[in-house]
């Protein structure tokens, strides 16, 4: 019988029994995701707090993600159900605002570039009072980890989504040496194990079923509900997206958007 893996409180995996299946996928994630919302009371809440602060400041939330990590920015800036006062910031933002050559997307290493970052910052159109979220499952490629750095040198708070496992596990790809981690005002685990993949293939070959995009989801979820959850007790409506495949969305999501025109944007 071949062994799958879930991830304990530590980070580490634990055999379970079973092959390659979605009950096999469901069976390490769950404890995954049951360790990952563990923060709720803890980071969670810092996080929570500082996004606040920012917005009632007149920040927007800046979010970015390289990689399959692009996933959790686009979870956290511009979809129903999130808040409007917030911008994601891509790689591929050098080519549609910055009107580089899109030749420059052709490398697959872009995302280790650490260059790149201060386009990236300089193109978002960042106010004093935003707040930035990064993600990274390892935390360590150039582009991530100069872009923390440009973040604090500009005296922004830092919210980092990473796992801890991974980031502790590699080196950094960034001259410093440092990893996104090290910058962060508050650092959330995403519970993937090393390498992302939970279920090991036959012969000890590989492993597939990666969770970092899911429990990554999870934790700006999290998030979101204790940022709108203090802007309601607080006599506030929260600016929030409807769907815009619901009627009047696009008009209420239009509205909320005027608020925030030119600091906002949404790229393909």
Do not use: W
């Amino acid at each position: 019988m071949v062994e799958t893996y879930s991830t304990a409180g530590n980070g580490e995996p634990t055999a379970t029994s079973g092959g390659v299946s979605a009950q096999a996928y469901l069976d390490a994630l769950g404890p995954i995701m049951t360790t990952v919302s563990e923060q709720a009371d803890g980071p969670v809440q810092i996080a929570a707090d500082l996004i606040v602060a920012s917005l009632q400041d007149g920040g927007v939330v800046q979010a970015f993600g390289s990689g399959h990590s692009e996933a959790l920015a686009m979870e956290i800036a511009g979809r129903a159900g999130g808040l409007v006062p917030t911008n994601r910031i891509a790689l591929r933002d050098v080519v549609i605002i910055g009107g580089d050559s899109p030749e420059v997307l052709a490398s697959k290493h872009l995302e280790r570039d650490p260059s790149i970052a201060h386009r990236l910052y300089d193109l978002a159109n960042v106010s004093a009072s935003d707040i930035f979220v990064i993600a990274s499952n390892s935390g360590v490629n150039g582009s991530i980890v100069e872009l923390a750095q440009v973040v604090k040198e500009h005296g922004h708070r830092l919210i980092a989504i990473t796992s801890f496992t991974q980031t502790a596990g590699v080196d950094s790809r960034h001259p410093s040496g440092k990893k996104l981690i090290d910058f962060a005002d508050v650092a959330l685990d995403n519970g993937a194990p090393y390498g992302d993949s939970v279920l090991p293939l036959p012969g000890g070959s590989g492993t597939v079923c990666a969770v970092s995009s899911i429990t990554g989801a999870l934790v700006a979820q999290l998030i979101g509900a204790e940022v709108v959850r203090r802007l309601t007790e607080a006599g506030e409506t929260p600016p929030v997206y409807l769907s815009a495949n619901v009627p009047g969305g696009d008009d209420h999501n239009n509205s909320l958007e005027a608020r925030y025109a030119g600091r906002i944007r949404r790229t393909a």
